[in-house]
């Protein structure tokens, strides 16, 4: 119920939207996300969008997994 | 900074990510059996299909908590939704796993006896239903937590067709695990959180509530990366190792701290707390949500006149769900399960929806 998918805002009008992934393209709702704008990709549910995500923490992350990869990698020496 | 396309969770289901992060799980061993909950549907699929079971260590379990909303939903508010296409002329719609869930009158049973009842998968194609027909009467069977009650906060907030009505059985996370953490209860060790849910909510409740069930916990996401990054965030602090986060978060491209504002907003506009029963706890307060004010004419208990029947019982003969949904009990344990009770033939609820714990777990094979 809570599943929520990422989507890339295609275009934007009076909170009404198009939103795309992998090429499938579904109308959204982005009431509750004033500040989205094409090209950011939002957390899409039930209809509506309900965050604009972050890459910039995405990144943050990411490279926190990184690291814990290249410890976690089992490398002969 | 960009992502990249096509789809931004991709780098989260890395292979070296996640052996990297079992290995860690593995170093952080508190020297004693571990018991970790999640509380939502789509964590319990999600660690299915990614198999993370099977990379945990020995003395750590995550069990799944009451985290789906269809199955905590009391058959005694299915039966309203029932009695309302069955008996009332009212076109219902509801979400697909509500159909099914069984009850005095499902759904599905009230169709077969010529009700008129509807899948969408939100409330705006409920709108667009009921003003595609402005002389009929609609109801939308509202089921879900804070993050979908926040889309029909938004619809009811813009204003509906006049013909629709709302059957409010929206319910709030932060009660449901107060409750379960109340002292002398089967309380885990630990909470994995409903990223989703954080993610329009915000942190603060959970801060509130560790302030009064100091269990650690932690937002997840959906990726094996992000959810194994939550347990690892947890047992750090089960060894005793500070954290300058009261509630740890591992899904920070989405949870912000203050949560979505505007979502929020429209939540508190539409919506006020009242006390509400769930399937398997029974009456928590202020865990549901009723229409408020100017809108809660548009209820359509209201409207139409109906009330749950309190005859209504959640559960049948033998059926472990109310155990299931408190994570007291795996579904392995309930001898319907996989038996009298597939997914096909669902007796309980948590083997119908698709978030069930039972529908997971069969779809997705053992648990550990």
């Known amino acids: 119920m809570c599943l929520g998918i990422p989507m890339r805002v295609l275009e934007s009008r009076d909170g009404a939207g198009e939103g795309e992934l992998a090429g499938v393209r579904r109308p959204v709702r982005l009431d509750l996300v004033p500040a989205a704008r094409p090209g950011d990709w939002v957390l899409v549910h039930a209809g509506y969008a309900l965050q604009v995500l972050d890459p910039a923490a995405a990144e943050e992350t990411l490279a926190a997994l990184r690291e814990v990869g290249e410890i976690g990698r089992e490398e002969p020496r | ?368």
Do not use: K, Q
């Not at chain 2, 953490?181 to 329009?200: E, K, T, W």
């Not at chain 2, 005793?240 to 949560?259: D, I, L, M």
């Not at chain 2, 579904?331 to 119908?352: D, H, I, K, Y």
């Open chain 2, 1 to 368: 900074m960009r992502f990249p396309s096509p789809d931004p969770s991709l780098p989260f289901r890395a292979p070296e990510a996640v052996r990297g992060l079992a290995a860690e799980l593995a170093r952080l061993d508190p020297g004693r059996p571990v018991r970790v909950m999640h509380v939502c549907g789509t964590h319990e699929h999600a660690i299915g299909a990614a198999g993370l079971r099977d990379l945990l260590p020995p003395w750590l379990r995550v069990t799944a908590g009451p985290g789906c909303p269809v199955c905590v939903c009391p058959a005694a508010e299915i039966d309203c939704a029932a009695r309302l296409a069955a008996d009332r002329g009212v076109v219902v719609a509801a979400f697909g796993d509500v159909l099914r869930v069984p009850s005095r009158l499902s759904l599905e049973e009230a169709r077969a006896r010529g009700g008129d009842c509807r899948v969408v998968g939100g409330i705006e194609e409920a709108a667009a239903l009921a003003a595609a027909e402005p002389g009929r009467p609609f109801a939308f069977h509202a089921v879900g937590f804070e993050t979908t009650a926040c889309t029909t906060a938004a619809a009811v907030r813009r204003g509906l067709p006049a013909n629709l009505s709302i059957l409010s059985s929206h319910r709030l996370v932060p009660p449901a695990l107060e409750a379960l953490l109340a002292p002398g209860g089967p309380a885990p060790d630990g909470l994995v959180l409903p990223g989703h849910v954080l993610a329009v909510t915000g942190l603060g409740e959970y801060e509130a509530l560790h302030r009064r069930r100091p269990v650690p916990m932690a937002a997840a996401g959906f990726e094996p990366a992000e959810i194994l990054l939550a347990l690892a965030w947890i047992l750090r602090r089960l060894r005793g190792e500070p954290s300058r986060e009261r509630v740890g978060n591992a899904y920070r491209r989405v949870v912000r701290r203050r949560g979505n504002p505007e979502a929020r907003r429209a939540l508190a506009e539409v919506f006020e707390p009242v006390d509400a029963d769930w399937r398997g706890l029974g009456r928590i307060p202020l865990s549901g949500l009723a229409l408020r004010g100017r809108f809660a004419a548009l209820e359509a208990r209201t409207r139409h006149g109906i009330a749950e029947d309190p005859a209504v019982g959640d559960l049948v003969p033998g059926c472990r769900c109310g155990e299931v949904l408190l994570g007291a009990a795996e579904p392995e344990e309930c001898a319907l399960f996989g038996a009298a009770c597939t997914p096909e033939s669902p007796r309980g609820a948590c083997m119908v929806a698709f978030e069930g714990t039972c529908h997971a777990r069969f779809r997705t094979g053992a648990a550990r």
